[in-house]
């Protein structure tokens, strides 16, 4: 088993034994599942409607029910993987292990690589629960799965950057509260930069601020647009991200 | 196994460390006697490669702890202030974890697991969580975390704080056999502990290295005096100038209790036969001579208190077996 293995193996049994975990999740799961209920719901009401009135009714399920909740989906990873994020280095801290784990014959890279991988796991199998969403619907529906496929590939680089602006957060501060609290706030100005952008409109800035934010790219991977433009956005920033948490890190000894 | 040179730390405007020199040699245990805020820890820091000297240099094993920090903390078990234990794991799943963070696996691992969990005595805690075991045990579960890769150096800072009397001469005993096979430093501000398990003291204050010598050598070098104490059923008025008059006594103090005096004397002279002759054949009636020796506690409170600007005299209450601490 390699360094990083061990962490990853370790962190995952701390998430795990924490109640964290479970409270996230379940809050995660109840809150994607009501919103994809009440998109059904209203996606048959429209139905119904449209009976009345034309006799016939071809529903779009992924305009009407998928594109809607991915795009909600957005915002409850917002707000619920910074607090899944915050202990990872913070707890090191506080509890004095952090200095363990340095004098440990461990690079300060394989620590940073481990806990977030650790966490993207975590995030990954909560994530993977909220497929049986479409597996379900698709026993009483008809829908095109391919830009289902591509809006969960974009969760997925959309949670990796969430995942790794926490762990940067993390990195930055002893306290958990604190460090939650930095990454959702990066994360919001990371989102108002779209706003930002569009205001700009289309000059040379304002095309620079909008492609600082997640908010387009994540829209054309929901859309079912793969472009490697979106991927170098998702890569490069998570890069940059554990770049940055590393910096942190290692900084922290001198102090 | 381990040379430190002139090695300074400052953080901002203040200087932890400055110029701390010193070497331990293969085999060897190191006591790192201080007050608190001394340097101890800073110098521990350095040397396991936490954080960089700001100058000078700190070798470990023939490697530099600011060039290869890796190689040095291959062969480094270093147990900080606070046992680095993670509440939610169990001994072994803890102890697992850390072995595999050293590139220990498979038979190794299981093996030197074991061996640590015998040697420090955590085989009846090895299945429950940490976060439920006393400040003892943890303590020991720490222990257990720096010794599970065998290495050829060890740094304990305060390694027995929070056990039990009989804990402590457990750990003790271990440190003694682990020394001739291992380095070891151990940062204590318990006195009797460094005289029990150290063939060397560094005494540090204010971030200097104040002295370095074995524990008996410390304290004969530090005697500026030969002192005794001498009671008395039924002293005479004029007894202070007969006894300054007895050869080679320099100086009488009273005690605080009645009949008690202190006397000086010159160094490497022993007056106690004379003295217990006058006594005697003056009818004071003699109920107690005896030599007072210096202890480590003195050299090190005379050692680190000299710069508040105490007389060494100060050092002479603190001489009283009562007042000794443990």
């Known amino acids: 088993m390699t360094p990083v293995q061990a962490i990853i193996a370790k962190e995952l049994r701390s998430y795990f034994v924490s109640p964290v975990v479970y409270a996230v999740g379940s809050v995660f799961l109840l809150i994607v599942g009501l919103l994809g209920y009440l998109y059904v719901v209203f996606a048959g009401a429209q139905a119904i409607q449209l009976m009345q009135m034309q006799g016939t009714a071809q529903l779009n399920l992924n305009d009407l029910v998928f594109r809607n909740l991915f795009a909600s989906t957005r915002f409850i990873l917002l707000i619920i993987l910074p607090i899944l994020t915050m202990r990872l280095f913070a707890e090191e801290r506080k509890l004095r292990t952090f200095e363990f784990l340095l004098t440990s014959p461990v690079g300060i890279n394989e620590i940073v690589v481990g806990k977030f991988m650790s966490v993207f796991i975590v995030f990954l199998g909560l994530l993977g629960l909220t497929g049986l969403m479409p597996l379900m619907l698709a026993l009483f529906s008809d829908f095109d799965w391919y830009p289902i496929l591509t809006g969960y590939l974009g969760l997925v680089l959309l949670g990796a950057l969430f995942l790794s602006v926490g762990v940067l957060a993390s990195a930055l501060t002893e306290n958990q509260?604190?460090?939650?609290?930095?990454?959702?706030?990066?994360?919001?100005?990371?989102?108002?930069?779209?706003g930002l952008g569009s205001l700009l409109g289309d000059t040379a800035v304002g095309q620079a601020v909008s492609y600082l934010s997640f908010m387009e790219h994540y829209d054309h991977l929901v859309r079912g647009l793969v472009d490697t433009k979106d991927l170098v956005y998702f890569f490069s920033s998570l890069v940059l991200m554990l770049f940055l948490s590393h910096r942190v890190v290692d900084s922290a000894r001198w102090k | 196994m381990i040379e430190v040179q002139q090695i300074t730390k400052r953080y901002g405007q203040h200087t932890a460390l400055d110029r701390v020199s010193f070497s331990v040699a293969k085999g060897e245990v190191l006591a790192f006697l201080g007050p608190n805020g001394a340097g101890k820890t800073t110098t521990m820091r350095i040397l396991t490669c936490f954080m960089p000297a700001t100058e000078g240099t700190a070798r470990v094993a023939g490697f530099d702890c600011a060039d290869q920090p890796m190689e040095v903390k291959r062969r480094i078990g270093y147990l900080p202030e606070t046992p680095p234990v993670y509440q939610e794991l169990t001994v072994t799943e803890y102890l697992q974890f850390v072995g595999r963070l050293h590139g220990l696996s498979g038979k190794t691992l299981t093996s030197s697991m074991q061996r640590e969990t015998e040697r420090i005595g955590l085989g009846t805690v090895q299945h429950r969580l940490i976060g439920n075991l006393s400040r003892g045990y943890r303590q020991r579960v720490g222990l257990a975390q720096a010794l599970l890769h065998d290495p050829q150096v060890l740094i304990l800072d305060e390694p027995t704080v929070g056990l039990d009397p009989k804990q402590i001469i457990e750990i003790r005993e271990l440190i003694k056999n682990l020394a001739g096979s291992h380095s070891v430093i151990l940062s204590t501000h318990i006195l009797p502990e460094a005289t029990a398990v150290c063939q060397r003291v560094v005494i540090i204050s204010g971030g200097r290295i104040v002295a370095e010598d074995t524990p008996e050598q410390l304290s004969a070098r530090l005697r500026q005096s030969e002192k005794i104490s001498?009671?008395?059923?039924?002293?005479?008025?004029?007894?202070?100038?007969?006894?300054?008059?007895?050869?080679?006594?320099?100086?009488?103090?009273?005690?605080?209790?009645?009949?008690?005096?202190?006397?000086?004397?010159?160094l490497g002279r022993d007056v106690r036969d004379e003295v217990a002759r006058l006594v005697v054949t003056s009818g004071w009636g003699l109920l107690e001579l005896k030599a007072i020796s210096m202890t480590l506690e003195d050299v090190f409170l005379q050692l680190t208190r000299h710069e508040d600007g105490l007389a060494p005299d100060a050092v002479v209450a603190s001489a009283d077996p009562a007042g000794q601490l443990t």
């Open chain 1, 177 to 194: 509260i604190v460090a939650a609290f930095v990454s959702i706030g990066i994360l919001l100005v990371l989102w108002l930069l779209a």
């Open chain 2, 230 to 266: 001498l009671t008395l059923k039924s002293p005479a008025a004029e007894i202070e100038s007969r006894l300054k008059a007895v050869q080679g006594v320099q100086n009488v103090f009273t005690g605080g209790a009645s009949g008690t005096f202190l006397l000086e004397c010159e």
